[in-house]
Structures are given as structure tokens and as C-alpha cells.
């Protein structure tokens, strides 16, 4: 079996799946009580604060512990509705924790403009600065896009923010332990972030909150994280998110080099063998062994279910949409054709994938290929 569809998920790391299992058996106590036990899993929650804290380059006290990364969104998008300023101004690549949650909240009088983005699926800053109004109250713009890999200019965009007073949003569910990040160098509000796409469990999320932001809870009940999540914490999850986010920063450097040099063979391989092959996304500004590739006269549902019955696991785009009949609205923002969107596939490596997988992957693919071809 080979996966290769880590920007959907990865596996969980051993030593986290380890350090679960532990707080599990041992630190079982709610951590709103006062007796020991309930004080030894408040420990281990704070522990993982600090580990997250450490990881992007924060307080300990700016890290919320959500859900997941929709949640965090959700948390973000919904308070709008505590707003006197109601206009969001966001991309057409981003997630549908955003989008939809956007089209919902039009409901209650939140307007918003979609900005669009170029053929390599990254906005203009200065379409941003033009989109900005009087009743503008938040930019919500995602770190790197989850179907092609595209990193945004985070920083021109955070200046923007920060010179007109807007709160800025990031979702960038999809950066931790692919590129460094350091939230202190950035001009960025909160930041929405997801253990599973680090090789820790699901379930689990973070939300950056810059000092002195103060949004409204969506769940009310107790006190927890800081009034912003009522609910008893899920003690073990927390645990394996700091300890999957204390891993991602480790060896990121080699680990950045070891994906290239995946992409890379992979891309080699293949227009070796298939020079008409396109590779979207952008040449530079680009996520580490993310690959979107359109295949000449065959859709990526062909080449992904024969892949699957081979044991091998691609995608066509985000997870989240599965299930889905409509093409991409990713690759639809990039001004893709639908006979072009319907044969794009998506493949993410991750730190177990080896030079062996991707070669048996190219030889796979190119086998579907040709027997498509004679076919014809």
C-alpha cells in the first residue's frame, strides 16, 4: 500500500500515537477540577500550549484549542455577527469552512467580496487594497492552497491589514512542519491550524488569537480556553497535537529538501514519458511535494480508482469535498477548462513516502496512461 495524499490527512506519528495512549490510561481526570488528577491533565494541556506556542512563534496564551481547522474558521467568520463592520474580504481558492460559512452568514446581513486569483492560484495584494471599504471588518485569506500547493503573499497582505486597521485571518491548516512560520514576523490576526495535516490525531485544531483579540464563544457552557470553547477538553488529542507540532519544526530543513526531491522525480519521470502533462500551481511560491498535474485524455476519477485497486492512494482535490460532482472551484479560479479540471490530479507526499514509491507511482500512472491511449 502506498499513500500519497497527505494533504488530505497523514498517518499518525508513533510517538504520538504513544504519548495518547499514555494520557489516556493515566491522565483521565477532568481538567476543571481542583484535586490532583483533574490538575495532572491541566498540566499535560498546558504542556501542548506550549509546545504549539513554540512551534509558530507565539504566547502560550494566544494558542485556543479547537475542534479542527473548520472549527477555528467557523469561530472566526461566525463572530462577525458581534460586528458593527460586516464586510469580509476573502479569496476564490479558499476552503469551504470558509466560503460556505460565508454564504450562510449573508443570511444576517455579512457581506463579502471574492477576490480572484492569477494562473498560478495567487491573489494580487492589490486587489485586496482595492476591495477594502468603510464597513470592512476582516481579510480572511488562506496560507497555501490545499489542491495545487500555492503559497499566498501573506506578509503584503498582513501590512494591508495592519495599515487600515483590519483584523486578518489565515487559514493555514495546510504549513506546519512544510514551511517555518513565525506568527511574530507576520501581521496576522488569528490563524487556523489542524493536528492531522502533521502526523498528529484528528479531531484536534488550533486557533491563533493575537493578543487582545477577543471573539465570542459558538459553544456556550463552561469556561474553557479562555471562554472561547465550552466543553471538557479532549486531554489526549491536545497532547498529540503538541507533540505532532514540536516534531513538524524538527528537521524541517531536511524535511523540506527530502519532498522537492520527490516532486521532482516525479515530475521528471513523467514528462520524461508524457512531456504534455501540466503542472498548475506556482513555480516558486509553493508548498513542498504538493503536485496538481492535468493528464493528457484521461480523468483523474479513472487514474484514482485504478491507482486505489493497485493499493495506491491520490486524490482529485480537497477531502473535504468528497462526494462531490462539481469540478474544483480551485482550479475553476485559476480560469481552468472543465475537460482540463476533470483531468487533474492531486498527489501530496509526505515524510515516509522513499525515490522507490514515486518511481512506482510513475510507472503505475503511466501504465494507466497507455492502456488508456490504445483504447482510443
Same mark, same amino acid.
Given at each position: 500500500?502506498?499513500?500519497?495524499?497527505?494533504?488530505?490527512?497523514?498517518?499518525?506519528?508513533?510517538?504520538?500515537?504513544?504519548?495518547?495512549?499514555?494520557?489516556?490510561?493515566?491522565?483521565?481526570?477532568n481538567?476543571?477540577?481542583?484535586?490532583?488528577?483533574?490538575?495532572?491533565?491541566?498540566?499535560?494541556?498546558?504542556?501542548?500550549?506550549?509546545?504549539?506556542?513554540?512551534?509558530?512563534?507565539?504566547?502560550?496564551?494566544?494558542?485556543?484549542?479547537?475542534?479542527?481547522?473548520?472549527?477555528?474558521?467557523?469561530?472566526?467568520?461566525?463572530?462577525?455577527?458581534?460586528?458593527?463592520?460586516?464586510?469580509?474580504?476573502?479569496?476564490?481558492?479558499?476552503?469551504p469552512?470558509?466560503?460556505?460559512?460565508?454564504?450562510?452568514?449573508?443570511?444576517?446581513?455579512?457581506?463579502?467580496?471574492?477576490?480572484?486569483?492569477?494562473h498560478a492560484?495567487?491573489?494580487?495584494?492589490?486587489?485586496?487594497?482595492?476591495?477594502?471599504?468603510?464597513?470592512?471588518?476582516?481579510?480572511?485569506?488562506?496560507?497555501?492552497?490545499?489542491?495545487?500547493?500555492?503559497?499566498q503573499?501573506?506578509?503584503?497582505?498582513?501590512?494591508?491589514?495592519?495599515?487600515?486597521?483590519?483584523?486578518?485571518?489565515?487559514?493555514?491548516?495546510?504549513?506546519?512542519?512544510?514551511?517555518?512560520?513565525?506568527?511574530? %514576523?507576520?501581521?496576522?490576526t488569528?490563524?487556523?491550524?489542524?493536528?492531522?495535516?502533521?502526523?498528529?490525531?484528528?479531531g484536534?485544531?488550533?486557533?491563533?488569537?493575537?493578543?487582545?483579540?477577543?471573539?465570542?464563544?459558538?459553544?456556550?457552557?463552561?469556561?474553557?480556553?479562555?471562554?472561547? /470553547?465550552?466543553?471538557?477538553?479532549?486531554?489526549?488529542?491536545?497532547?498529540?497535537l503538541?507533540?505532532?507540532?514540536?516534531?513538524?519544526?524538527?528537521?524541517?530543513?531536511? /524535511?523540506?529538501?527530502?519532498?522537492?526531491?520527490?516532486?521532482?522525480?516525479?515530475?521528471?519521470?513523467?514528462?520524461?514519458a508524457?512531456?504534455?502533462?501540466?503542472?498548475?500551481?506556482?513555480?516558486?511560491?509553493?508548498?513542498?511535494?504538493?503536485?496538481?498535474?492535468?493528464?493528457?485524455?484521461?480523468?483523474?476519477?479513472?487514474?484514482?480508482?485504478?491507482l486505489?485497486?493497485?493499493?495506491?492512494?491520490?486524490?482529485?482535490?480537497?477531502?473535504?469535498?468528497?462526494?462531490s460532482?462539481?469540478?474544483?472551484?480551485?482550479?475553476r479560479?485559476?480560469?481552468?477548462?472543465?475537460?482540463?479540471?476533470?483531468?487533474?490530479?492531486?498527489?501530496?507526499?509526505?515524510?515516509?513516502?522513499?525515490?522507490? %514509491?514515486?518511481?512506482?507511482?510513475?510507472?503505475?500512472?503511466?501504465?494507466?496512461?497507455?492502456q488508456?491511449?490504445?483504447?482510443?
Amino acid at each position: 500500500m502506498l499513500y500519497f495524499d497527505h494533504s488530505a490527512s497523514t498517518p499518525i506519528h508513533p510517538a504520538v500515537l504513544k504519548l495518547m495512549q499514555d494520557t489516556e490510561l493515566n491522565h483521565f481526570g477532568n481538567p476543571s477540577s481542583a484535586h490532583q488528577f483533574g490538575q495532572k491533565s491541566r498540566l499535560v494541556i498546558e504542556i501542548a500550549r506550549k509546545q504549539m506556542a513554540q512551534a509558530i512563534g507565539c504566547l502560550s496564551s494566544e494558542i485556543i484549542f479547537t475542534g479542527g481547522g473548520t472549527e477555528a474558521n467557523n469561530l472566526v467568520l461566525w463572530n462577525l455577527l458581534h460586528q458593527q463592520k460586516k464586510h469580509v474580504i476573502t479569496s476564490a481558492i479558499e476552503h469551504p469552512s470558509v466560503l460556505n460559512v460565508l454564504k450562510q452568514l449573508k443570511e444576517f446581513g455579512v457581506t463579502f467580496t471574492i477576490i480572484p486569483v492569477d494562473h498560478a492560484c495567487r491573489v494580487n495584494p492589490e486587489d485586496i487594497q482595492n476591495a477594502i471599504t468603510k464597513n470592512t471588518g476582516l481579510i480572511s485569506i488562506m496560507f497555501a492552497n490545499n489542491e495545487v500547493g500555492t503559497v499566498q503573499p501573506i506578509e503584503r497582505i498582513g501590512k494591508i491589514a495592519e495599515q487600515h486597521g483590519i483584523p486578518f485571518h489565515s487559514d493555514a491548516v495546510q504549513i506546519l512542519g512544510k514551511i517555518p512560520i513565525n506568527i511574530s %514576523d507576520q501581521k496576522i490576526t488569528m490563524v487556523s491550524f489542524s493536528a492531522h495535516k502533521f502526523y498528529g490525531p484528528k479531531g484536534v485544531g488550533v486557533l491563533y488569537l493575537k493578543k487582545g483579540t477577543n471573539p465570542k464563544s459558538l459553544v456556550i457552557g463552561g469556561g474553557q480556553e479562555r471562554n472561547l /470553547r465550552a466543553g471538557t477538553e479532549n486531554t489526549s488529542c491536545i497532547a498529540g497535537l503538541g507533540l505532532a507540532s514540536e516534531l513538524a519544526n524538527k528537521n524541517i530543513a531536511k /524535511r523540506k529538501t527530502h519532498l522537492e526531491q520527490l516532486a521532482d522525480q516525479f515530475k521528471l519521470e513523467m514528462t520524461d514519458a508524457y512531456p504534455e502533462i501540466i503542472y498548475n500551481g506556482h513555480p516558486e511560491h509553493s508548498l513542498p511535494g504538493v503536485i496538481s498535474a492535468t493528464f493528457p485524455a484521461v480523468t483523474s476519477n479513472i487514474l484514482i480508482i485504478k491507482l486505489d485497486l493497485q493499493g495506491i492512494a491520490v486524490s482529485s482535490g480537497s477531502a473535504c469535498s468528497s462526494g462531490s460532482v462539481n469540478t474544483s472551484h480551485v482550479l475553476r479560479a485559476m480560469n481552468m477548462s472543465n475537460d482540463h479540471n476533470i483531468r487533474t490530479l492531486r498527489i501530496s507526499f509526505g515524510r515516509d513516502n522513499s525515490k522507490e %514509491d514515486v518511481h512506482l507511482l510513475t510507472e503505475k500512472i503511466s501504465e494507466i496512461l497507455k492502456q488508456h491511449h490504445n483504447k482510443r
